[in-house]
C-alpha cells in the first residue's frame, strides 16, 4: 500500500477503505509516516471530510494503538461524561457525586485546561493535599468504596490520538469534525465505561460555534459509540455566556461546593442535575422522570455532598476547605471591572473572559507554567441583568498585582450593555437522540 495514493485518494475526497485508514494511523504512529505525509493526509481529512465508516475505523485504530482500561473490578454499570469544554464548567465533580449518590459508580478520567477553557484536574488541585495521579487499584478501590473519584488520565490510552493531535494543533486541523469525534471518542471507548454522556458545549466560549457543526458532531461521536456498542448519549448546551459565576480553579471550587450544599442556584446547578438525570438514564436506573426525581433528591437532601466530601478525603484532600470553602486561599488582589454605561447586558464575549481568567493566573499561558489557585474571575451579571453605569459587573481576583491590567483590558469588551433587553438564553438546545 503506498501513502501517496492514499493521500491522492483522499485529496479527491474519495471513501477510504479500513485497511487504508489503518496503515495510515498504525504506519505513523510506529514511525513509520513521516509528519509531513501525516499533515497532508489530516489536512485532506479536515477540507473532504469522512463519512461514518471511515470515522468509526479511524476511531478504531486510536483505540487499538494503546490500552484499554480495564472497569471490571468495579461493580455496577460504569456510565462516563465528557465535555467538549467551556468557560466555567464545573459540572464534573457535582454531577459525579450526585450519580455516586444514587447508587452508580463514577470512575472518571478528567483533563486539564485547554486554551481559554478550564479543567477538571486543575480545579480539583486547588484543594490542598487533593491528588489526581493514584494507581488504578486505588482509583478503584475509592470507586468501591466511595462510589466517586476522578484522577488524570492513567495508562497509555490512545497513543496515536497523541501524536495526531501534537500534529493537528500545529497544522490548522483541529478543526474537522471526524478528527475531533474520532479523537475524543477514541479515548472515551479506550477508557472503559459501558456508556457515554456527552456535554457538547454550543457558542463563543466553546469549540463548536454555532448549533449546526455541534448537532454534527454530536451527531458523528454518537454514531461512533453505537458502533463499538455503547450506549451513547450527547447534550448541546449553551456557552454563549460562563456557566454559573465563577471562573477559576478555587473559585469553581467553592461554587460547586455552594451547588452541593443547596446555597448556590441558577444555571449550573440546572445542568448539573440534567446531566446527572441522563447518566442515571443510561445506567438503567428508571424513565428520565424518576431519573430526575431522584438526581434532584440526592441533592437536596445532602447525599450528593457527603459523596464530594468522602471523595476528598479519599484522595489526601483538605475536608476542611470543603466545609468552610472561606479558607481557600483569597486572592492579594481583587479589583472591580466596571460598566461604563447604564442598559442590559446584551452578550458575553465568553471566551474572551476564560482568556482574562488565564492571564489572571488561573491558567497556563506556556506549557509548564503553574497555576495561582487563587486566581480567576468573579462575575455579578448574567446576560439580560439591567445595570447602572458604573455597577460592578465582575471582580478580578489574582496573587500578582501585574497581571490585572491585562485581565482589565480582556474584560473591558467582554461583555456589551444596550438599551434592549436580550431573549433569554436556552440552557440546552437539544438531545441526541431525542428519546429522553
Ligand atoms: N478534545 C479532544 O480530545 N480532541 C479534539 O480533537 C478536540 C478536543
Not at 490585572?404 to 473591558?412: D, H
Amino acid at each position: 500500500m503506498l501513502v501517496y495514493e492514499i493521500l491522492d485518494k483522499k485529496r479527491k475526497a474519495q471513501v477510504l477503505t479500513d485497511e487504508e485508514i489503518s496503515f495510515m494511523v498504525d504506519s505513523y504512529t510506529k514511525g513509520e509516516v513521516p509528519d509531513y505525509q501525516m499533515a497532508a493526509f489530516l489536512m485532506a481529512v479536515a477540507m473532504g471530510g469522512m463519512d461514518d465508516a471511515e470515522t468509526a475505523a479511524l476511531t478504531k485504530c486510536m483505540v487499538k494503538s494503546g490500552e484499554m482500561a480495564d472497569l471490571s473490578s468495579i461493580r455496577g454499570v460504569k456510565v462516563d461524561k465528557h465535555s467538549s469544554g467551556g468557560v466555567g464548567d464545573k459540572t464534573s465533580p457535582v454531577v459525579g457525586a450526585i450519580v455516586a449518590a444514587c447508587g452508580v459508580p463514577v470512575a472518571k478520567m478528567s483533563g486539564r485546561a485547554l486554551g481559554f477553557s478550564g479543567g477538571t484536574l486543575d480545579k480539583l488541585e486547588s484543594i490542598p493535599g487533593y491528588t489526581t495521579t493514584i494507581g488504578k487499584e486505588r482509583f478503584f478501590e475509592i470507586v468501591n468504596s466511595v462510589g466517586v473519584s476522578i484522577i488524570g488520565q492513567t495508562g497509555n490510552l490512545a497513543p496515536a490520538d497523541k501524536k495526531i493531535y501534537a500534529l493537528r494543533d500545529v497544522t490548522a486541523t483541529v478543526e474537522s469534525i471526524p478528527l475531533i469525534a474520532s479523537s475524543i471518542m477514541s479515548k472515551k471507548i479506550a477508557g472503559g465505561a459501558d456508556a457515554v454522556l456527552l456535554d457538547v458545549k454550543v457558542g463563543n466560549g466553546a469549540f463548536m460555534k454555532d448549533e449546526k457543526s455541534a448537532a454534527d458532531l454530536a451527531r458523528c461521536m454518537v454514531a461512533i459509540g453505537k458502533s463499538f456498542g455503547k450506549e451513547t448519549v450527547a447534550l448541546l448546551t449553551q456557552m454563549n455566556q460562563p456557566l454559573g459565576w465563577n471562573v477559576g480553579t478555587a473559585l469553581e471550587i467553592a461554587e460547586m461546593i455552594g451547588i452541593l450544599k443547596n446555597e448556590v442556584h441558577g444555571d449550573v446547578r440546572e445542568l448539573c442535575l440534567l446531566l446527572a438525570a441522563n447518566m442515571l438514564y443510561l445506567a438503567g436506573k428508571g424513565s428520565m422522570e424518576e431519573c430526575d426525581a431522584m438526581a434532584g433528591q440526592a441533592l437536596a437532601d445532602g447525599k450528593a455532598f457527603e459523596k464530594f466530601r468522602a471523595m476528598v478525603q479519599a484522595q489526601g484532600g483538605d475536608v476542611s476547605v470543603v466545609d468552610e470553602p472561606s479558607l481557600f486561599p483569597q486572592a492579594k488582589y481583587i479589583e472591580p471591572c466596571r460598566a461604563r454605561q447604564a442598559g442590559y447586558i446584551q452578550s458575553f464575549q465568553t471566551d474572551q473572559v476564560g482568556m482574562a481568567a488565564l492571564v489572571l493566573g488561573a491558567g497556563r499561558e506556556t506549557k509548564d507554567a503553574s497555576i495561582d489557585h487563587a486566581a480567576g474571575i468573579r462575575l455579578c451579571v448574567k446576560q439580560g441583568d439591567h445595570v447602572e453605569e458604573g455597577s460592578v459587573l465582575a471582580y478580578l481576583h489574582t496573587s500578582d498585582e501585574g497581571r490585572l491590567a491585562r485581565g482589565q483590558a480582556l474584560m473591558k469588551d467582554a461583555i456589551s450593555i444596550g438599551a434592549d433587553k436580550p431573549e433569554p438564553l436556552l440552557l440546552v438546545y437539544k438531545r441526541i437522540p431525542d428519546d429522553g
